[in-house]
């Protein structure tokens, strides 16, 4: 077998003292198992362990990989509740000044209010007759933690 690796074009084996020593190192350096397998020396023994840390490396690199997938998830999760808080903000405050706009008295229905996860709360302050500061928080439970989300508007009444 080794010595079909050093035939030439016209299928002889060199003879020249070059081909030789090639093909005394690759005795040396190589021994033939029983299924005609060639298996190298230096390398007896080390199977088990260099298939114990490949498996290591590739747990470790799976660990990571999964860690930084939750992570991902986690982040998307809050900025979706943060973007929801937002948007339930500002819907209520335009529906807010809509209706100050036809009665300025309604405005203790919008005082307390729950959506879904969502808790609204309005707080308002007259500033002048026709000048009122309306406030909508919004506050909800995330991963045990209080959030919470305001938005704060100067809005005239016409009357």
Known sequence: MLLNL???KNGRVPTSRKYRDILMILKNTMKLR?????LFRSDQGYILLDILMGLFIFSVGLTVF????????LANSQAHN?????NLAG???????????QNPADIS???????G?????????WDSPDMVWVTVEITWLELGESRKYSVESLLQIQG
């Open 91 to 101: 819907s209520s405050m335009e529906e807010i000044a809509h209706n100050l706009q």
């Open 6 to 8: 050093l035939e030439t």
């Open 82 to 86: 943060l973007l929801d808080a937002i």
């Open 117 to 125: 996860m969502f808790h609204r709360t309005v707080g308002t302050k």
């Open 109 to 115: 229905n919008y005082l307390t209010d729950q959506a």
């Open 34 to 38: 029983p299924m005609g397998k060639l």
């Open 66 to 73: 999964f860690s930084l997938v939750q992570t991902a998830a």
